[in-house]
């Protein structure tokens, strides 16, 4: 843990916060603890600190979470026992971004827990980035885990739609939704 926002020693910094800001801390340090990238996070409290490791991220920048309120803060922690891993691809999948998207994917469907894999935020992915997706369910399948993909971009759908691959991969709505589905 490296906290962000102030010198006060780590304990009393937890002591003076509201313990569920203090237990989403603990959870989040655990879970993102073999993580190569630093990832920058803030909660509702205003409370700033750093968790995973030091490696620059393959974009160039720390990782930023902001948890805007307590709410989620709560449904972060009681995701903590359907030991699930959410990924969140951002941008264009492409032949230039495609290998560390493949590199995130695979590790989290070797860590053998539920994958949801949110691509509302691609607005383009090429044949490589279907590749990446395709090789990690497989793995997912042969290791009998579990690869969902979440609110898909209407773009990222076309694309999957027309290799028609919308009918291989298990393809949820919302993230709520793709929960229900691993919890089955």
């Not at 590749?131 to 009998?144: F, I, N």
């Amino acid at each position: 843990m490296t906290p962000l926002d102030s010198a006060e020693p780590a304990a009393e910094q937890l002591a003076a916060r509201p313990k569920r800001s203090a237990a989403l801390q603990n959870f989040l340090e655990n879970a993102l603890r073999d993580l190569p990238w630093r990832v920058v996070i803030s909660d509702w409290t205003g409370h700033t600190y750093a968790a995973g490791g030091s490696e620059a991220h393959w974009c160039g920048q720390d990782l930023r979470v902001a948890i805007k309120t307590e709410a989620a803060g709560s449904d972060l922690l009681r995701l903590d026992g359907m030991r699930f891993l959410e990924r969140f691809l951002e941008g264009d999948v492409d032949l230039q971004s495609s290998p560390d998207a493949r590199k995130v994917l695979l590790d989290c469907v070797g860590r053998k827990r539920p994958v949801l894999v949110d691509l509302s935020a691609v607005g383009y992915i090429d044949s490589s980035g279907v590749a990446s997706l395709v090789e990690s369910l497989q793995t997912a399948k042969k290791s009998g885990n579990t690869l969902v993909l979440v609110a898909v971009s209407e773009g990222a759908m076309r694309v999957l739609q027309l290799a028609r691959l919308d009918k291989v991969f298990t393809i949820c709505d919302t993230v709520e939704d793709g929960l229900k589905q691993v919890r089955q």
